[in-house]
Every structure is written in C-alpha cells, then in structure tokens.
C-alpha cells in the first residue's frame, strides 16, 4: 500500500498533465459524438435508458446504424469516467498542495454521471427540446471546469495579483457574460430548428428566424470584443503570453464560427456544419476561459512600472 502511495505524484508531472489534457478533450469530443447523435436523427437509437432497449444493454443488429451511434455515445461517457477517476487518484497526494486542483477533480467527476442522468431523461422525454438543450449547457460547463483545471495545472494556484490593467479585465469579464447569451441563445435556436434528433420528436415551437438574430447578434459582440483585446494586448507590458495566444485563437475561432452562422443560415442548416459549430463553440469557450484565468499570471517588469497593481485579489476569481 505504501509503495502505491508513493507511486502517486507529490508534485504536478506529466502524468498529471497529460490527463488534464485529456480531460479537457474529451469532454469537447463527446459534445461531437453527442451532436452526431442528434444530427444523425439517432437520438433514440437505444429507446430507453439506462438500459438500450428493455431486454439489452447494449445495441442489437436490429436497431441498425441509429443504435450504434446512440450506444457508441454513451459508451463514451464511460472514457471520461475513467479519465475523470484517473485525475481525482493522481491528486491524492496533492490534495492538501493544491487543494483546488482535487475540488476541480471532484466536480468533473460529478458532473459526468449527471450528464448520464440528464441524458437517460433526454431519451424518457423523448428528446424534449429544452432538456436536450440543458444536456448541451452542462456539457458546456464541465468543458469550462476542464479549461480552469488544466490552466491550473499547467501554471499554478491562482494569484493574489492581477498582471493586466483594469481595462483588459473588464473587457475579459464582458466577453466571457457575452459569449455566454450567445451559447445559451444558440441553444434556444436550435431547440426550433429541424435537427431533432428523431422525426417524431417535439420542437420548441419559437420562431426561428429571429431566434437566429437573437444569436447572431451577440456573437458580432464577441469578435468585436475579442478584435479589441488582440489589438490591446498586443503590447508585451499589457499581457502575458498565455493571455495573448488564448485570445488570439479565440479569434480565430470566432471568425470561423461567424462564417459557419451565416453558412447554415443561407443553405438550410447543413448537418456536418451544425456538428462543427457546436464543437467549436467548446474550443471557443475553452480559449475565452483560458484567456480569462490568464489575467492574473505575473506581469512583466515593463506591466509593473507603467501599470501598478493591488498586492490583493478584488474578486474571487
């Protein structure tokens, strides 16, 4: 027993590392594979839950290509169990170190078999709109508690100090507020549109059309306000490098998803890039996060001199 203790890490290594990556990418696969299910119309491929149908676990031939996709879903969820109780072991000994790495650690571990649960009332109600949507937004979540744990891990406890001016983080706070009415008004949208994930199942019963503008609109609010701290933080003295990279890739990113919005507007909602968009609003959001957390990274000794900063936190960030 002793041996196995010390086999666990007492500082952050690269076991550590490389499931805090893994973490954080599976959780923005299975929003992927989640979509494929639902674009696919195989939502109820396994009609029941927990088990596939009521007489087995697992998929049948007769269930065909729907029930592959469904199962191979759910399978999925069992992979991020595993990296999830991978994490939570590794930082046993860390936990009195780093004790917010092991909270994090328990909170994705929990967070996945309450996916699993809204899943399963996903299939019971049989795809109702709004609870598919809540199953897409606490996918959201633990990607954004994945994003904030491997920040952590790759660049310590959170500091006491702010490395940015107090225009950089205000623009920081309004861009992740604003990203967030987008996703959660994406969510609405597609709750009215054609891709549900089964033929007989129900829509929201909104209006479409200006739920698409209702969408759209935040998001030119987040480009513009992601293009304001890439000029802004172009300066080295303003940002760190994690903070520049992370904002420069969310725009990147933003750009795309903008051009993929106005993609599926003009040509009936395609269903390979209704799957992109929903993938990439994760990497989005995970890069926003990143880009968030990054603020309080030291500054440069050009940021301290030209902009002075409290030696406490003002907000609990």
């Not at 939502?43 to 592959?68: A, F, K, Q, V, Y």
């Not at 996903?122 to 709004?130: D, E, G, R, S």
């Amino acid at each position: 027993m002793n041996s196995l203790w010390n086999w666990l890490p007492g500082v952050i290594d690269r076991r550590i590392r490389v499931v805090a990556w893994a973490s954080l990418v599976s959780q923005i696969v299975i929003i992927g594979t989640g979509g494929a299910v639902r674009l696919t119309g195989s939502g109820l491929g396994c009609p029941t839950w927990p088990r596939c149908t009521e007489d087995s676990l697992i998929s049948t031939p007769e269930m065909g290509i729907h029930g592959i996709i469904e199962f191979g879903n759910r399978l999925l969820t069992f992979v991020l169990a595993i990296i999830a109780i991978a994490m939570f072991v590794l930082l046993l000994r860390l936990r009195k170190e780093r004790p917010e790495l092991f909270r994090l650690s328990i909170l994705l571990g929990l967070g996945i078999p309450g996916q699993a649960i809204i899943g399963g009332v996903t299939v019971l109600t049989n795809l109702n709109p709004y609870v598919v949507g809540l199953h897409y937004v606490l996918s959201l979540v633990l990607v954004i508690l994945a994003s904030v744990l491997l920040y952590r891990v790759r660049r310590g406890p959170k500091r006491d100090s702010w490395g940015v001016p107090v225009a950089v983080r205000g623009l920081s706070a309004a861009l992740i507020s604003v990203l967030s009415i987008s996703l959660v008004m994406g969510v609405v949208t597609t709750g009215s549109g054609p891709h549900a994930g089964d033929g007989g199942a129900a829509r929201n019963g909104l209006d479409s059309w200006l739920l698409q503008h209702f969408h759209a609109w935040p998001s030119y609010v987040v480009l513009g306000l992601i293009m304001t701290l890439i000029a802004i933080t172009r300066a080295p003295a303003l940002a760190g490098d994690t903070l520049r990279r992370s904002i420069t890739g969310a725009g990147a990113v933003a750009l795309v998803q903008i051009g993929l919005g106005l993609y599926q507007a003009r040509n009936g909602l395609p269903e390979w890039s209704v799957g992109l968009h929903m993938v990439l609003a994760a990497v989005l959001l995970a890069l926003v996060t990143t880009a968030l957390l990054s603020g309080r990274e030291v500054p440069t000794k050009e940021a301290v001199d030209q902009f002075p900063q409290p030696e406490t936190a003002t907000s609990g960030r």
